[in-house]
């Protein structure tokens, strides 16, 4: 820990003081400690407002003291901005946190990462895409970052996790309150798989609507690119994509239909001039890395030759859109019963998935 650790901490909790206003007092002193040292007279030349100089003059180190000693529990760890160990990209950021709570392994946060982000309420299509490129950059070395929300950021963590790879929660409330409450055990096993939880929240910081854009800056700072599997036009993904575009970073995204809402932001990305993305080889090779061969397939290991004739024809209908059983049924003219035994076969092989609707191609 460093000394200037509870000074750190002490200007986390000062009320209605920000990072950005708090680095600006911070830039007239030598260092943290003789600002929290300084006089009523010395703080109001700075023009300090009245109110932060009494935060100033008041800190609630009761407060820092529980912290310190959350800090000092096996697998906890606090990195303020002087820290050795405080991640060098972020202190690139206007507005760096001033402190980073970590739950985890502290040495994952300074290897090469990629941000994947998307919708929340993302498609079957985009779940198994973005689960596909997270396994496929995780078994190039790549560390996958992201938010721990349900959907695209789920599929990200979990196909990372599948093949062993090492992947990033940051999260928008304290690392002690996991939000969605059903991503528990998902960040359990971040943590145990070689990891890390991290957050600029203070422990106890429930899910607040307006802490995630400002987490987002989180994800996007530690990367050195950010990828959009899919997005609508106004969404925290594009949230995250703003930051990135102002920290310098690469943005990649996955095109989709155009008839589907969540593929309009990825569209708009790629028409601003981002990375269109198919496979994680259009990512590796932006920043030269060696491209790796041994990616798990998206299909199952039955090869579409072993299929029935009517269920290869079948599947030749399906689209990678909804396509609805009476749809099925209009282009293949086979029977209903012979067209459910069909369908279900190509479901368990892993080709298609049953959806409210119909069905969609996942392979």
């Given at each position: 820990m460093t000394k200037t650790l509870p000074y750190w901490l002490a200007a986390l909790y000062l009320p209605n003081l920000g990072p950005r206003t708090f680095l600006q007092y911070l830039s007239y002193f030598s260092d943290i400690e003789k600002l929290f040292q300084?006089?009523?007279e010395e703080l109001l030349a700075l023009k300090m407002r009245p109110e932060h100089?009494?935060?100033?003059?008041?800190?609630?180190?009761?407060i820092v003291e529980k912290t310190i000693a959350?800090?000092?529990q096996s697998g906890h760890a606090l990195l303020c901005l002087d820290d050795p160990d405080y991640p060098v990209q972020l202190k690139q950021l206007s507005d760096p946190p001033l402190v980073l709570f970590v739950r985890g392994q502290v040495s994952v946060l300074h290897q090469f990462q990629i941000a994947l982000v998307g919708s929340r309420r993302a498609t079957p299509t985009g779940l198994r895409n973005a689960e596909q490129l997270a396994i496929?950059?995780?078994q190039a070395g790549v560390v996958i970052t992201s938010g721990l929300a349900l959907g695209i950021d789920g599929a990200a963590h979990r196909g990372t996790l599948s093949v062993k790879g090492t992947t990033i929660a940051v999260c928008g409330t304290g690392v002690d309150c996991v939000y969605p409450r059903s991503h528990l055990s998902l960040a359990e096993e971040i943590v145990h798989c070689g990891g890390a939880i991290v957050s600029e929240f203070p422990l106890g910081v429930p899910p607040l609507a307006t802490n995630f854009p400002r987490r987002n800056r989180v994800i996007s700072g530690l990367s050195a690119g950010v990828l959009v599997v899919?997005?609508?036009?106004k969404s925290g993904s594009l949230i995250t994509v703003r930051?990135?575009?102002e920290q310098g970073r690469d943005?990649?995204?996955v095109p989709g239909s155009i008839r589907q809402p969540l593929s309009q932001g990825c569209h708009y990305l790629l028409r601003q001039g981002a990375k269109l993305v198919e496979t994680a080889k259009d990512i590796l090779e932006e920043f030269k890395m060696p491209v790796q061969c041994d990616a798990v397939p998206a299909a199952s290991v039955t090869s579409k030759e072993a299929l029935s004739e009517v269920a290869g024809q079948i599947f030749n209908h399906i689209e990678y859109e909804i396509t609805s059983l009476d749809m099925?049924?209009?282009r293949t003219g086979v029977t209903a019963a012979c067209a459910s035994s069909a369908l279900l076969s190509l479901e368990l092989n892993g080709y298609i998935k049953s959806v409210s609707g119909g069905y969609i191609r996942i392979a």
């Amino acid at each position: 820990m460093t000394k200037t650790l509870p000074y750190w901490l002490a200007a986390l909790y000062l009320p209605n003081l920000g990072p950005r206003t708090f680095l600006q007092y911070l830039s007239y002193f030598s260092d943290i400690e003789k600002l929290f040292q300084a006089t009523n007279e010395e703080l109001l030349a700075l023009k300090m407002r009245p109110e932060h100089i009494h935060a100033i003059r008041h800190p609630q180190w009761d407060i820092v003291e529980k912290t310190i000693a959350w800090r000092n529990q096996s697998g906890h760890a606090l990195l303020c901005l002087d820290d050795p160990d405080y991640p060098v990209q972020l202190k690139q950021l206007s507005d760096p946190p001033l402190v980073l709570f970590v739950r985890g392994q502290v040495s994952v946060l300074h290897q090469f990462q990629i941000a994947l982000v998307g919708s929340r309420r993302a498609t079957p299509t985009g779940l198994r895409n973005a689960e596909q490129l997270a396994i496929e950059l995780a078994q190039a070395g790549v560390v996958i970052t992201s938010g721990l929300a349900l959907g695209i950021d789920g599929a990200a963590h979990r196909g990372t996790l599948s093949v062993k790879g090492t992947t990033i929660a940051v999260c928008g409330t304290g690392v002690d309150c996991v939000y969605p409450r059903s991503h528990l055990s998902l960040a359990e096993e971040i943590v145990h798989c070689g990891g890390a939880i991290v957050s600029e929240f203070p422990l106890g910081v429930p899910p607040l609507a307006t802490n995630f854009p400002r987490r987002n800056r989180v994800i996007s700072g530690l990367s050195a690119g950010v990828l959009v599997v899919e997005a609508a036009l106004k969404s925290g993904s594009l949230i995250t994509v703003r930051y990135a575009l102002e920290q310098g970073r690469d943005v990649f995204a996955v095109p989709g239909s155009i008839r589907q809402p969540l593929s309009q932001g990825c569209h708009y990305l790629l028409r601003q001039g981002a990375k269109l993305v198919e496979t994680a080889k259009d990512i590796l090779e932006e920043f030269k890395m060696p491209v790796q061969c041994d990616a798990v397939p998206a299909a199952s290991v039955t090869s579409k030759e072993a299929l029935s004739e009517v269920a290869g024809q079948i599947f030749n209908h399906i689209e990678y859109e909804i396509t609805s059983l009476d749809m099925i049924l209009c282009r293949t003219g086979v029977t209903a019963a012979c067209a459910s035994s069909a369908l279900l076969s190509l479901e368990l092989n892993g080709y298609i998935k049953s959806v409210s609707g119909g069905y969609i191609r996942i392979a």
